[in-house]
């Protein structure tokens, strides 16, 4: 997928206009959140919580080729088969391969973010297979040919009116008279569609939430129970997964099960959690013939041991872009790619280079909010930084901002000139902002004073008031 | 015989100083009162933050050791400013992790820093001003006193005890106003949104006063706020528990003329 994280400005101008978009992200703004702090707080140990998943992480990562071998033998020991594969083209190819080894013509998908990552569906379309989305926002969205603006709620960015229109054009004998208005309706009309499409599938590929090392499965959880079809009815069952869903045991996944539904949607536990391991197995009543786990690296091994190697404990709960307030009024779109909020801002650099999506770490506050409510307690706003200086070190941010940075740091760092710039500066800008206390528009400062207000100075510095007072009392 | 005052220095920051000095005599007033002795050091300028936040990790070390410089002399640092004290707090330590020498001072220096209102209540324990303001105030939690120094109860504690103040809580309060510092500038039309949402927020509330703790929040939502047309009064909170609101006009707002 071509990124427009460059155009970011511009994609958040657009968003910041759109009406529905707006809508919808007002109701996300109050109702996770809301859902999140209530769920928490009915479990005091939540925080312990946290610590015991971050050190869950944090140790495979410390012994990533231990665990990611474990994993490996226990799959195939279970009849199953790991593919590792360096790029998204040789996902791509290992997905189209297996496809094409069943001459598949129609695949039905769970949710996969690695499967966004690796522009999967474009890829089979081309190829000539059909890939029909599950999820019920994955399935909106692509028949709107759009992208998941969220990556827990693909189609968070739509309100349901533009999802009935989008039913009434695609659903060709849909009845005109069939009532879409409520969410309850568009379920059932999706449902109705979706149910003759997951027969036809000769495979299945779901993402992972989680890979379990000592059992070689894989865990996905939902709350529509498409998973579930998309993985047993099929031939084959493909699991596009990462580095970061690798957890030791049993034990261990539960722990993180435990925050991740509280984190994201402020459930105590998903509606389905599926442990997939292995294909059917002779007295299996159902399930695929075949099972195969994809792992993408694309640049995630080179990220161990840089500074940004925290990321890779993230589990993909979108806590953090839940409670961003630019992502709540900008959405996911205008980041531009896969990934978006705070998380995308740290993830995207690393995954498509900071030259491409430089904005997306600048784009923050840094109001700290994501790292709070982060179970896996990554530093999200650090590791922004950590972006930032690189691209200040490799001269990548606006010539304008860095010449103005250094020029106001060169004064900063030479304490007279700084008092006689800025006692001169207050005195004119509060003598000239006097009469009615601020200013409407000011050179310089047009960003500003497009929407609001900048207040006037008083129009004495302090420290040369404290100067004259010291004085007098001496 | 007393025990000698507590040394404090002030670290005014760039924005009292130069936008508003009344909030740095507000926190004069307030130490003062509470048995400090108040030293400004010349040689401040910034905490580096707008360095430090853009990258600019050279600008931000120099900037930085002129404040360890400055300050590291006296029993406390105290700023009127969740930001500035968190920086000086938490990120002068991450700027001098490869240098153990200046880390150790760095350490020093964090150890007694502190943002102002908290400093008041948490080290000096006072838990109530002598002051009076006629009003419905609503308080912003600011983002880096919040996250970065836990400063929550602390404001709300002392505002309680001030005469004819009645507090009314503002829902959202620790939602960003979309200030971030540098962020203002390099992303207008996203930190006008927030501001914006900020602003219905406060003015659903019907409280006639709005205070925060932070010099570059409190411009932010003032200035929304004066451009809405919306009548209400934005100060710091030093400058209501000091009892100095009656001293000067509310930010945003011209000097009512006699």
């Known amino acids: ?474 | 015989m007393s025990a000698p005052p507590i040394r404090v220095g002030l670290f005014v920051t760039c924005l009292v100083d130069f936008f508003r000095p009344s909030v740095g005599f507000a926190a004069v007033k307030l130490l003062e009162a509470a048995g400090c002795a108040v030293e400004v050091p010349p040689t401040q300028t910034c905490c580096g933050q707008p360095a430090y936040n853009s990258g600019d990790k050279a600008d931000a070390k120099a900037i930085a050791r002129q404040v360890i410089d400055a300050f590291e002399a006296f029993d406390y640092v105290v700023a009127p400013s969740g930001s500035c004290g968190g920086m000086i707090r938490q990120h002068y330590l991450a700027l001098f992790a490869d240098e153990p020498a200046l880390h150790r001072r760095a350490q020093h220096l964090a150890e007694r820093t502190y943002e102002l209102i908290s400093f008041l209540t948490d080290v000096l324990k006072l838990d109530r001003v002598e002051a009076r303001y006629d009003g419905v105030a609503t308080y912003h939690d600011s983002c880096s006193g919040l996250r970065e120094l836990g400063v929550k109860e602390q404001p709300r504690k002392l505002l309680r005890s001030v005469a004819g103040l009645r507090l009314e809580e503002l829902p959202g309060a620790e939602i960003c106003c979309g200030f971030g510092g540098t962020f203002c500038i390099k992303y207008p039309a996203i930190s006008d949104r927030m501001v914006a949402d900020k602003a219905a927020d406060i003015a659903a509330t019907g409280a006639d006063t709005l205070l925060a703790g932070d010099m570059g929040c409190l411009l932010n939502m003032a200035g929304k706020l004066t451009r809405l047309g919306k009548k209400v009064r934005v100060r710091h909170v030093a400058e209501v528990l000091a009892g100095m609101a009656g001293e000067t006009p509310p930010i945003g707002a011209a000097a009512e003329r006699s």
């Open chain 1, 1 to 474: 997928m071509q990124p427009t994280s460059r155009a970011f400005k511009e994609n958040a101008q657009r968003a910041l206009g759109d009406a529905n978009l707006q809508k919808a992200l007002g109701m996300m703004r109050t109702g996770f959140p809301a859902k999140r702090a209530a769920v928490v707080a009915r479990l005091p140990e939540f925080d312990a919580l946290r610590e015991q998943g971050k050190a869950i992480k944090d140790h495979v990562l410390a012994n990533l080729d231990l665990y990611l071998e474990i994993f490996e033998q226990n799959v195939v020991a279970r009849g199953g088969q790991v593919h590792w594969c360096r790029t998204p083209q040789e996902a791509r190819e290992t997905v189209l391969a297996i496809c094409r080894r069943l001459d598949a013509k129609t695949v039905t998908k769970g949710k996969s973010m690695i499967g966004e990552e690796i522009a999967l569906n474009d890829y089979l379309e081309q190829n000539g297979v059909t890939p029909v989305e599950t999820d019920l926002g994955e399935y909106i969205i692509q028949i709107r040919k759009e992208r998941p603006s969220h990556i827990i709620v693909p189609a968070m960015h739509l309100v349901k009116e533009q999802i009935a229109d989008s039913f009434r054009q695609t659903h060709k004998d849909l009845d005109p008279a069939r009532p879409l208005g409520e969410a309850s309706t568009l379920v059932a009309e999706a449902r109705t569609v979706l149910r003759k499409r997951f027969f036809a599938a000769e495979v299945g590929i779901t993402g992972a939430n989680f890979c379990v090392a000592e059992t070689g499965s894989t865990v996905i959880v939902t709350n529509e129970g498409n998973g579930d079809l998309t993985q047993s009815l099929t031939k084959a069952h493909i699991v596009m997964a990462s580095l970061e869903k690798l957890v030791p045991t049993l034990e261990d996944l539960s722990t993180l099960l435990r925050l991740l539904a509280r984190s994201a949607t402020g459930q105590e536990f998903s509606t389905y959690t599926t442990l997939s391991t292995g294909p059917r197995r002779p007295d299996d009543t159902d399930g695929p013939a075949e099972y195969h786990v994809v792992f993408l690296d694309n640049g995630r091994s080179a990220v161990i041991g840089t500074e940004f190697q925290d990321m890779l404990r993230c589990i993909r709960c979108g806590a953090c872009m839940n409670h961003c307030p630019v992502y709540g009024v900008v959405g996911g779109h205008a980041y531009g790619w896969v990934y978006p909020g705070p998380m995308g801002a740290v993830l995207t650099p690393t995954l498509i280079g900071v030259d491409e999506a430089g904005h997306l770490p600048n784009a923050s506050t840094f109001c700290g909010r994501c790292e709070s409510v982060c179970p896996m307690k990554i530093p999200l706003p650090r590791m922004m930084r950590h972006w930032r200086e690189r691209e200040f070190q490799r001269k990548l941010s606006p010539p304008p901002h860095r010449y103005a940075l250094r020029a106001w740091a060169f004064v900063a760092a030479r304490p007279p000139l700084y008092r006689f710039a800025t006692t001169l500066m207050s005195r004119v800008l509060g003598w000239v902002g006097a009469p009615r206390g601020r200013f409407r528009s000011l050179p310089l400062a047009g960003g500003w004073t497009r929407g609001r207000d900048l207040p006037a100075p008083q129009g004495r510095s302090f420290m040369s008031l404290w100067a004259e007072r010291r004085k007098r009392s001496a």
